[in-house]
């Protein structure tokens, strides 16, 4: 029993000391730890990636217990129904969000401005503009007045929701930016009170945030950012991939690559590597061109184009259908980019166009080529053929060719034993000769 009791004792003791030690170590690292906050940056048209990167970063700041998720934002613009999305998701985030339009020269345009609306606190660089958030159709056009009077109403709505707490100067900004495309510099969003600071950059940010009170969710929180630490948020893989494809240039060339592999796979089945190459090519440019709200009517023309280069292959024009493809494409490509929110990559369209045209060009300089080349096995093979007269064709004799005799039947007249004779066809294992000239 003593014994027993003893090592009871001994192991108490040890297990006390390590709970202390535990409290001890964790109440040091909880009255130590550094307040942090999030920071992601995102550059280009609102997609679905933008979507998740916020959803993600909140969720990622809540865990952490990070004071604020700081979105450092350049954006044309992009769907309404996105906007809506990340707009609901920043109301509904128990975690304070900052957009903060940078670096000088980058805009809230469009849907970014009411994004911009949205968040708890509101910042730009210098250089930067906010505004021209006045609902378009697909691909730049001119919405029916019905429906634009609609969506205008909605998202004049919308925009007064989100500005009120601004006051009332910023409310009529918001109505404006809808309703008459109105935008504003740093400087004059400021002045009317759109956001809440200017910054030349993050840390200055920071250092205007600091003792800043907002509202989350019915609750005051003042920010201490004097001595902050930064986590920045980098894209997933798989975002990182889609915001990659969300760009003209690459979707311009992913659609290219896939319609030229699958039209390979069409040519010469049985290898499945390029079908393979080219539907994931061409899911991928479908996913680009859908998130960059693209005109499909250029679609149209491209497909147009590759039947045009096909023809060409087929029944040889000298070239006026691989003309007619390389404009088609380059229109048709013209028409599909032509969006609100991203410039026309006249460079990428231009060197595809030329670089598909000359690759079709080359095949179908193959296939004159092999259609002028005399054949090389066959019944076809013998015809011009010389051959040496063995025994007397009148008109049917032996003629000694490639090596062997065959039996032979003259066309016309008769060659005796040693004269030259011309191949000119074959019947069976016959072979029609005339004599040589």
């Given at each position: 029993?003593?014994?027993?009791?003893?090592?009871?004792?001994?192991?108490?003791?040890?297990?006390?000391?390590?709970?202390?030690?535990?409290?001890?170590?964790?109440?040091?690292?909880?009255?130590?730890?550094?307040?942090?906050?999030?920071?992601?940056?995102?550059?280009?048209?609102?997609?679905?990636?933008?979507?998740?990167?916020?959803?993600?970063?909140?969720?990622?700041?809540?865990?952490?217990?990070?004071?604020?998720?700081?979105?450092?934002?350049?954006?044309?613009?992009?769907?309404?129904?996105?906007?809506?999305?990340?707009?609901?998701?920043?109301?509904?985030?128990?975690?304070?969000?900052?957009?903060?339009?940078?670096?000088?020269?980058?805009?809230?345009?469009s849907?970014?401005?009411?994004?911009?609306?949205?968040?708890?606190?509101?910042a730009?660089?210098?250089?930067?503009?906010?505004?021209?958030?006045s609902?378009?159709?697909?691909?730049?056009?001119?919405?029916?007045?019905?429906?634009?009077?609609?969506?205008?109403?909605?998202?004049?709505?919308?925009?007064?929701?989100?500005?009120?707490?601004?006051?009332?100067?910023?409310?009529?900004?918001?109505?404006?930016?809808?309703?008459?495309?109105?935008?504003?510099?740093a400087?004059?969003?400021?002045?009317?009170?759109?956001?809440?600071?200017?910054?030349?950059?993050?840390?200055?940010?920071?250092a205007?945030?600091?003792?800043?009170?907002v509202?989350?969710?019915?609750?005051?929180?003042?920010?201490?950012?004097?001595?902050?630490?930064?986590?920045?948020?980098?894209?997933?893989?798989?975002?990182?991939?889609?915001?990659?494809?969300?760009?003209?240039?690459?979707?311009?060339?992913?659609?290219?690559?896939?319609?030229?592999?699958?039209?390979?796979?069409?040519?010469?089945?049985?290898?499945?590597?390029?079908?393979?190459?080219?539907?994931?090519?061409?899911?991928?440019?479908?996913?680009?061109?859908?998130?960059?709200?693209?005109?499909w009517?250029?679609?149209?023309?491209?497909?147009?184009?590759?039947?045009?280069?096909?023809?060409?292959?087929?029944?040889?024009?000298?070239?006026?259908?691989?003309?007619?493809?390389?404009?088609?494409?380059?229109?048709?490509?013209?028409?599909?980019?032509?969006?609100?929110?991203?410039?026309?990559?006249?460079?990428?369209?231009?060197?595809?166009?030329?670089?598909?045209?000359?690759?079709?060009?080359?095949?179908?300089?193959?296939?004159?080529?092999?259609?002028?080349?005399?054949?090389?096995?066959?019944?076809?093979?013998?015809?011009?053929?010389?051959?040496?007269?063995r025994?007397?064709?009148?008109?049917?004799?032996?003629?000694?060719?490639?090596?062997?005799?065959?039996?032979?039947?003259?066309?016309?007249?008769?060659?005796?034993?040693?004269?030259?004779?011309?191949?000119?066809?074959?019947?069976?294992?016959?072979?029609?000769?005339?004599?040589?000239?």
């Amino acid at each position: 029993m003593r014994q027993s009791s003893w090592r009871q004792r001994l192991l108490l003791a040890f297990y006390g000391f390590l709970v202390t030690l535990t409290i001890f170590s964790g109440g040091r690292s909880a009255y130590a730890q550094t307040p942090t906050v999030e920071v992601l940056t995102f550059r280009g048209p609102v997609t679905p990636v933008l979507v998740s990167y916020l959803e993600r970063s909140i969720a990622q700041a809540q865990a952490n217990g990070s004071q604020a998720v700081i979105l450092q934002l350049d954006t044309p613009g992009g769907s309404v129904d996105l906007m809506q999305d990340i707009v609901q998701l920043l109301l509904k985030s128990d975690v304070p969000v900052v957009v903060y339009v940078s670096p000088s020269g980058a805009h809230a345009g469009s849907a970014g401005t009411l994004i911009t609306l949205a968040a708890h606190v509101a910042a730009m660089a210098p250089g930067s503009s906010i505004g021209a958030a006045s609902p378009v159709g697909e691909g730049g056009a001119e919405l029916p007045d019905t429906i634009k009077s609609k969506l205008v109403n909605i998202l004049s709505a919308d925009a007064e929701n989100l500005s009120k707490r601004r006051g009332e100067k910023a409310v009529e900004f918001a109505r404006q930016a809808v309703e008459e495309a109105r935008a504003a510099t740093a400087d004059e969003a400021k002045d009317l009170g759109v956001i809440d600071f200017i910054a030349r950059d993050l840390d200055d940010l920071l250092a205007q945030m600091n003792g800043f009170t907002v509202t989350v969710n019915g609750r005051e929180q003042t920010f201490q950012t004097e001595a902050v630490q930064i986590n920045k948020v980098p894209f997933g893989l798989l975002e990182d991939l889609l915001n990659a494809v969300a760009n003209p240039t690459i979707a311009a060339i992913l659609l290219t690559l896939g319609l030229n592999a699958l039209l390979y796979e069409l040519s010469s089945p049985g290898g499945y590597a390029a079908g393979v190459v080219g539907v994931i090519a061409l899911l991928l440019a479908f996913y680009g061109l859908g998130a960059l709200e693209a005109n499909w009517v250029g679609l149209g023309f491209i497909i147009l184009a590759f039947a045009l280069f096909i023809l060409d292959i087929k029944a040889p024009t000298h070239g006026a259908l691989t003309l007619g493809g390389v404009t088609s494409f380059v229109v048709g490509a013209g028409i599909l980019f032509n969006t609100p929110y991203t410039a026309v990559p006249w460079p990428t369209i231009i060197t595809l166009a030329l670089c598909t045209a000359a690759f079709f060009a080359f095949a179908m300089a193959k296939v004159l080529s092999a259609r002028r080349r005399r054949p090389a096995t066959g019944a076809e093979a013998l015809i011009g053929s010389r051959a040496e007269v063995r025994s007397a064709l009148e008109p049917r004799g032996q003629v000694f060719f490639n090596g062997e005799l065959w039996q032979a039947e003259i066309a016309e007249g008769a060659a005796a034993a040693g004269a030259q004779v011309e191949v000119i066809g074959r019947q069976g294992m016959r072979l029609l000769v005339r004599r040589s000239a």
